[in-house]
T-cell receptor
């Protein structure tokens, strides 16, 4: 079982719609959770991080964390074609271990 | 732009050779992590350096080693290169301490033939 699992996609949504990206993780003691965006041929770019259960909003982006279900999601409202990219979920394991695990990413296509 | 720089941009090596990749962290950041990203995969954590000490390591063999310097820049060394080492190598810097937010450099594309 991989530490972080994501659906590889592609996820296709029309412009202006809400895109919902999901991620599950295996280590129940994980403390920190991150979403990165990676355009083709570029390095990952940090979008959001979340540490506590619940929702965290930043502009058009909302990260949701449910530790009981070991589930993290990212919602992108009013999706734009420029949001088309691969979205990577990352998890830092328990605080005693500085190890970070990334999922393989979900490719998002926003169609004009 | 994150302020994290890496060199070189591209590199071609032969199997069995050794390679050194370099990373300069963002100003004020004392922690550097290295990742290997194969095509179509997410980054895989190699190790992290905090104030010149290795502070965490992923599942990579000892032929992957690193250094961090007093100015917090860092090197990744890979000995006895194998074909499967061909990948994008990313470094990411962070403030350290309780801050886990990492900012990536542009990466070094390594090709082993």
């Amino acid at each position: 079982q991989k530490e972080v699992e994501q659906n590889s996609g592609p996820l296709s949504v029309p412009e202006g719609a809400i895109a919902s990206l999901n991620c599950t993780y295996s280590d129940r003691g994980s403390q920190s959770f991150f979403w990165y965006r990676q355009y083709s041929g570029k390095s990952p770019e940090l979008i959001m991080f979340i540490y506590s259960n619940g929702d965290k909003e930043d502009g058009r982006f909302t990260a949701q964390l449910n530790k009981a279900s070991q589930y993290v999601s990212l919602l992108i409202r009013d999706s734009q074609p420029s949001d088309s990219a691969t979205y990577l979920c990352a998890v830092k394991l328990s605080n005693n271990f500085n190890k970070f695990y990334f999922g393989s990413g979900t490719k998002l296509n926003v169609k004009p | 732009e994150t302020g994290v720089t890496q060199s070189p941009t591209h590199l071609i090596k032969t199997r069995g050779q050794q390679v050194t990749l370099r990373c300069s962290s963002q100003s004020g950041h004392n922690t550097v992590s290295w990742y290997q990203q194969a095509l179509g995969q997410g980054p895989q954590f190699i190790f992290q350096y905090y104030r010149e000490e290795e502070n965490g390591r992923g599942n990579f063999p000892p032929r992957f080693s690193g250094l961090q310097f007093p100015n917090y820049s860092s090197e990744l060394n890979v000995n006895a290169l194998e074909l499967d080492d061909s990948a994008l190598y990313l470094c990411a810097s962070s403030l350290g301490g309780n801050s886990d937010e990492q900012y990536f450099g542009p990466g070094t594309r390594l090709t082993v033939t």
